[in-house]
């Protein structure tokens, strides 16, 4: 009988008193961040003179947290732009047929091409569109962020709309949804884990090319964005180790922090767009989910917003329904197509046809022949790196993956070393190699590695931790120990994780390599024979057809590499050690 | 044809198929067939049941119907209007229910009413209405990883009726349920058929459960494979609420039985190759445990009865029974099957002898087989590289259905020890080789 507690109206109360909790921190949270936005906007603002701008900041340690929030309001106006670019570009190549023809070679180019390289080349545009104010050179570090972290959410989104569920894409037309409502209520939702996984890693990447963007050196001239990459870049001027230490102790707080306050929260919530029947088995918690979650807050300003969302409904509805025709004139439609075709293709040869003329003009064609040569240099640094990493890191990947205890502790730290923007660490290391008197030609491989080693290592451990349990317990069964089991269990297991890790690694050591072929600390400069310190020397000393011409050699190494050699490892992983059955 | 199909076409037709035949390109340019010349009238007041093997084109003749693939010749017309797109006047129940799983119950439901521009209030109240009368009063803010399958196929169809369809298309709406949900849904839809307030005025269902196309139609479209067409059409007129004991019942399902399994009219091809005849789906061991179960019913069983004895589908047991036809181990008349000399003597044999003797069935009597030994038994020596029988099936069959039949084709000849598989080079080694090989590499004894 006394086995049923009493109903208590205390633990409503109790209730009532946590939503309340939940939504003061809330609003008190929102508040902060209006007031901040607000004060960073105001510097953005400031009056701009190309010949009188600053150079370097100051090293002062209470202008740091302000450098931070500035240095973290670009990143996410560059995460902002890049989701609004995947979204568009993607939906575009997905639904138009003869667009996409034309949008999926140029992305695969885009992706290819050193990120900093279309910071060289693009500085003088935004200059010229901002001209007065500071925002011009914001733009250039914008942008810059922006070309690491969206072709890689694009082509997420892309392949999500490809490879949408039929029987989903079937109810959709039969239920004669619009083209926005199809977009909203289907192809996001159903894009949503690819985007925000890629987001996610994107934005671990991107911290690099803030810093490498905050202090921009073109035709001679040298424009500092106040930011903790130039805080960094002038204590390094200045040989403060101590500011240094600081910044990179402030970077870590950052990382970690918008790790916790917003990508774990959002991971966690797009869970809910999972399209298999269950769910995964070990799913993200969030604390801040939590919060946001138990907080009214949220629910009230979605009911506020609703209206909005209604009339956008209506207004977008004259766009058509989400239907292709069944009938369509195939004559008409080949003719089009022809026609389609041979336009694209004069745009390009022309176009291709003027940058070698201004490439004649400038410094000559056979400057090609020079940067192929100081590519094979670069190369050679990128495949030492590989092998290196590989050799390295491999083994420990695996320990860590296929110990769940350790993988626990071990994968969030390794997710904050692969964001953590290895640049930081350059003039540290510069100046090791200066007191060492290490060449930069060996030196620069292990600053490149620096920030490209992690990838290797975070796919190993994913791929460790993801051998089924069975083949384990099959490969204890029948006493499979040392180099055997190496040889037949562990490294085909985990060869498609390595495959994905070193192909990322690879090309974040292509593009570390202009940054990381020229280093400077205080008064020495170390310079390497390499292609990327071609092109920074060629952006520092204004010469924009050497800088065309270094870019495109490495985009060529990058595309080549990547048909002739990552594709077919890629396809042989795929087809013949994935370890999905069937 | 008789009186009763004239009173039939007199009733208005709601979607008509004229001589739809539908092509994909092949892997050379070559068109493969799936439907070929399929005239279908979809009339108001009746429900009509396609049934039919995998592969007859059965989905494939839905979605034209829906609007949703475009045929290469013939039209669809709905009341009269040739199709350019979905079909405005049908709503479609899926296999696999086909629910957005970030939206809950009702927000899903809503869906299509949301579609039309239906307002808000007037949304909410019809969605809300569908899911009490589909019996789901109470999991509105639900969300479907939370339902079970019966509750989401439940969801399905509030989804597709709440917008008040002239016919509703399912693609075998049923085929994912568990037998005693199926169960339920049947009869509550032919609840909700037999109501006067019923909006839909047609039924069209895709099927390949006898039994069910029996239960609810009135009109059964049996279709028939390579490439799809209409085999016949067999009218039910029994009464509603159907019996599924009465003898007027089994009658029907033997017919039924027996045309699915029966032979075409039309004159068979003077050689049987392997792209006029293709293996059906069936591994050796599922050969082997059908020939066993008929000769424990002393060498003659009931189809029907043995469907139901297993719990099998028609897609399940008739691929294992034209396999066991085609090899010569059963003789199947009508609805019944009988076990044939071959089978009982390949089944009362030990290991080696019935893979001798399988051996020798399958060269006879299997295409595919049989033109892989001999192109082994022709070539230089004796092994040749997979893709060589994959260009010669890609002629005939969409890229999976050649996968398939080359699976199975291996499969076949791995049990009889015709020939060897390799899969890390790809190569077919004719057996005997294989054999002296294993033999010269062996230590000397």
New interface residues.
């Given amino acids: 009988m006394t086995l049923l507690r009493p109903y208590s109206p205390d633990g409503a109360v109790v209730r009532l008193r946590s939503r309340y909790v939940a939504d003061a921190f809330v609003l008190v949270a929102v508040a902060v961040l209006f007031w901040l936005l607000l004060r960073l906007a105001h510097g953005i603002g400031a009056p701009f003179n190309r010949v009188s701008a600053p150079s370097t900041v100051s090293t002062d340690p209470t202008n740091l947290p302000y450098y931070a929030a500035r240095s973290l309001l670009r990143m996410f106006v560059a995460l902002a732009v890049s989701s609004a670019f995947s979204l568009a570009y993607a939906t575009a190549a997905a639904r138009l047929r003869r667009a996409e023809k034309v949008l999926l070679p140029v992305l695969d180019v885009l992706q290819s091409v050193p990120v900093l390289g279309f910071l060289a080349v693009t500085l003088s545009l935004w200059l010229t569109l901002f001209p007065h104010t500071m925002l011009g050179v914001e733009a250039a570090s914008v942008f810059a962020i922006f070309t690491s972290q969206a072709w890689n959410m694009t082509f997420a989104f892309y392949h999500s709309l490809i490879t949408q569920p039929r029987e989903l894409d079937e109810a959709a037309r039969m239920l004669r949804m619009t083209k926005w409502q199809r977009f909203w209520k289907l192809d996001v939702p159903s894009g949503m884990i690819p985007l925000v996984w890629n987001g996610m890693m994107s934005f671990g990447g991107g911290w690099f090319f803030l810093i490498a963007s905050e202090v921009i050196s073109v035709n001679r001239h040298t424009y500092a964005l106040p930011g903790i990459g130039s805080y960094v870049a002038a204590a390094s001027q200045q040989r403060e180790l101590g500011r240094m230490g600081l910044a990179i102790a402030v970077m870590v707080v950052m990382v970690i922090a918008v790790n916790v306050v917003f990508w774990r929260p959002l991971v966690a919530w797009a869970e809910r767009f999972r399209v298999e029947q269950s769910a995964a088995a070990d799913v993200p918690h969030s604390v801040v989910l939590n919060v946001l979650r138990r907080s009214s807050v949220p629910a009230l300003v979605g009911r506020a917003v609703r209206p909005v969302g209604g009339s956008l409904d209506r207004l977008a509805r004259p766009f058509g329904l989400a239907e292709y025709p069944l009938r369509i004139e195939a004559r008409r439609r080949r003719a089009a197509d022809v026609g389609f075709a041979a336009v694209v293709a004069t745009l390009l040869a022309w176009g291709v046809v003027r940058m070698l003329i201004y490439i004649d003009r400038g410094t000559g064609l056979g400057e090609f022949g020079h940067a192929f040569a100081l590519g094979l240099a670069t190369f050679g640094r990128v495949v030492v790196l590989l092998v290196v990493s590989s050799l390295v890191w491999a083994p420990i990947g695996v320990w860590i993956g296929m110990n769940p205890r350790v993988s626990r502790y071990a994968q969030p730290v390794v997710q904050v070393l692969a964001s953590f923007p290895a640049n930081f660490l350059f003039p540290l290391f510069t100046l090791l190699l200066v007191h060492t008197g290490v060449s930069i030609n060996l030196g620069g491989i292990v600053l490149m590695s620096l920030g490209a080693q992690w990838y290797v290592l975070f796919n190993v451990i994913a791929g460790a931790s993801a051998i089924p349990t069975d083949l384990r317990e099959a490969g204890a069964n029948l006493r499979l120990r040392g180099l055997l089991r190496w040889r037949r269990l562990v490294l085909p297991a985990i060869f498609p994780a390595w495959v994905t890790g070193a192909i990322t690694a690879a090309g974040g050591a292509w593009n570390a390599s202009i940054v990381a072929e020229v280093v400077s600390y205080g008064h020495h400069t170390l310079v390497a024979t390499g292609l990327g310190a071609y092109i920074a020397q060629s952006t520092t000393s204004g010469n924009f057809p050497r800088t065309l011409v270094g870019v495109a050699v490495m985009s060529v190494y990058v595309v080549g590499l990547n048909r002739l050699f990552w594709r077919r490892l890629y396809r042989l992983a795929e087809k013949r050690y994935s370890l999905q059955q069937g | 044809m008789t009186n009763a199909s004239a009173a039939l076409r007199e009733r208005t037709a709601i979607v008509e198929v004229d001589n739809v035949s539908k092509s994909f390109d092949g892997a050379d340019g070559r068109p493969l067939t799936v439907l070929d010349s399929v005239s279908l009238t979809l009339q108001e007041g009746e429900i009509v049941a396609l049934l039919g093997k995998s592969g007859s084109g059965k989905s494939t003749l839905l979605?034209t119907v829906?609007?949703?693939?475009?045929p290469s010749r013939g039209e669809v017309r709905y009341r009269g209007q040739p199709?350019?797109?979905?079909?405005?006047g049908?709503?479609?129940v899926?296999?696999?229910?086909?629910l957005?799983?970030?939206?809950t119950v009702q927000a899903n439901v809503e869906?299509?009413l949301?579609?039309?521009?239906v307002p808000?209030a007037e949304r909410r109240r019809r969605a809300l209405e569908a899911i009490d009368i589909i019996g789901l009063d109470g999991f509105e803010t639900a969300?479907p990883?939370e339902l079970s399958g019966g509750m989401r196929q439940r969801v399905g169809f509030a989804?597709a009726l709440v917008?008040q369809p002239d016919a509703l298309l399912m693609d075998e709406p049923f085929s994912a349920l568990d037998v005693l949900t199926a169960e339920n849904l049947r009869n509550e839809l032919m609840a909700l058929w037999s109501r006067p307030d019923f909006p839909t005025k047609a039924i069209c269902i895709v099927t390949h459960n006898i039994e069910e196309a029996v239960l609810l139609a009135d009109r059964i479209v049996v279709l028939g494979a390579n490439p799809g067409h209409v085999k016949a059409e067999v009218p039910v007129h029994l009464p509603r609420p159907r019996d599924r004991r009465s003898p007027t019942f089994d009658a029907l399902v033997d017919q039924l039985y027996a045309v699915l399994t029966g032979r075409e009219e039309t004159a068979a091809p003077k050689t049987s190759g392997p792209l006029t005849h293709p293996l059906p789906d069936a591994t050796v061991g599922g050969l082997a445990g059908l020939v066993e179960i008929v000769y424990a019913h002393n060498g003659q069983t009931d189809l029907p009865d043995l469907a139901e004895e297993l719990s099998f589908e028609v897609d399940d047991l008739l691929p294992l029974v034209d396999a066991a036809t085609m090899l010569g181990l059963l003789e199947v008349e009508g609805a019944q099957a009988f076990l044939t000399d071959a089978g009982r003597q390949w089944y009362t044999a030990d290991i080696q002898t019935s893979k001798e003797i399988f051996a020798r069935l399958a060269v006879d009597k299997a295409p595919l087989v049989r033109t892989i030994v001999k192109a082994l038994e022709n070539s230089e020596d004796g092994t040749l590289r997979d893709d060589f029988f994959r260009d010669l099936l890609r002629r005939g069959y969409t890229p999976d259905h050649t996968e398939k039949q080359l699976d199975i084709a291996i499969d076949w000849g791995r049990y009889g020890e015709l020939f060897d598989y390799d899969a890390d080079t790809g190569e077919l080694v004719l057996s005997e080789i294989a054999a002296a090989l294993s033999r010269d590499l062996a230590p000397p004894q």
């Fill in positions: 979605r829906a609007g949703l693939i475009a199709l350019n797109g979905a079909n405005p049908v709503s479609m899926f296999q696999t229910f086909a957005m799983p970030w939206l869906l299509g949301q579609a039309r521009g808000e969300y990883k989804r917008v």
